[in-house]
T-cell receptor, first 115, second 111 residues
Framework: SAVISQKPSRDICQRGTSLTIQCQVD?????MFWYRQQPGQSLTLIAT?????????ESGFVIDKFPISRPNLTFSTLTVSNLSPEDSSIYLC????????????FGSGTRLTVV | SQELEQSPQSLIVQEGKNLTINCTSS?????LYWYKQKYGEGLIFLMM?????EEKSHEKITAKLDEKKQQSSLHITASQPSHAGIYLC???????????FGTGTRLKVLA
């Protein structure tokens, strides 16, 4: 299955600033997914990033707040803009595993704390 | 929309004890995945179940999908501190490409 390198692993950011999270995959993948895991809650899909097209955002998430780039088939970034304490979460990227029985592979996550 | 509900939300067991985590879907499942998440780390894929009545095992962890394909259980035999973490079930939402997750079960194993 694919191996994902996600960074940074954690960051503490000031209110009003932005944080860009990077995910590098060791193989070419069509779709990459970005998730948010708020404290004590399950994962919520933010958006799906396809190479060469605009990301598709889920209800409650907008491009101005969570701009995504997908310049090629192995890389994507998620920016969390105009940070507020409510943005403090773990952010994860994910790709589909190689083959039906391999599930989805996830990055190691980025733990964001906004102060 | 489809939802996955997990129970219990948290579990504390003594080392060596067996335990079961359940995942119930509001709609038929066409692929149910189990993941484990350790604190500060990403999700680790454990196993996938697809067919009604299917059962898979890996080391001391066994997962089952019921015949109606709406409920799955994850059973850990003779638990160890290394089993501690958050267990999540996940599935592709019926009719869409979206992936949904259960609410998670936080497991603590006391040595």
């Amino acid at each position: 299955s694919a191996v994902i390198s996600q960074k940074p692993s954690r960051d503490i950011c000031q209110r009003g600033t932005s944080l860009t999270i990077q995910c590098q995959v060791d193989s070419q993948v069509t779709m990459m997914f970005w998730y948010r895991q708020q404290p004590g809650q399950s994962l919520t899909l933010i958006a799906t990033a396809n190479q060469g097209s605009e990301a598709t955002y889920e209800s409650g998430f907008v491009i101005d707040k969570f701009p995504i780039s997908r310049p090629n088939l192995t890389f994507s970034t998620l920016t969390v803009s105009n940070l507020s304490p409510e943005d403090s979460s773990i952010y994860l990227c994910s790709v589909e595993g190689a083959g039906l029985g391999y599930g989805y592979t996830f990055g190691s996550g980025t733990r964001l704390t906004v102060v | 929309s489809q939802e996955l509900e997990q129970s219990p939300q948290s579990l504390i067991v003594q080392e060596g004890k067996n335990l079961t985590i359940n995942c119930t879907s509001s709609k038929t499942l066409y692929g149910l995945y189990w993941y484990k998440q350790k604190y500060g780390e990403g999700l680790i894929f454990l196993m996938m179940l697809q067919k009604g009545g299917e059962e898979k095992s890996h080391e001391k962890i066994t997962a089952k999908l019921d015949e109606k394909k709406q409920q799955s259980s994850l059973h850990i035999t003779a638990s160890q501190p290394s089993h501690a973490g958050i267990y999540l079930c996940g599935a592709a939402e019926s009719g869409t490409y979206k992936y949904i997750f259960g609410t998670g079960t936080r497991l603590k194993v006391l040595a």
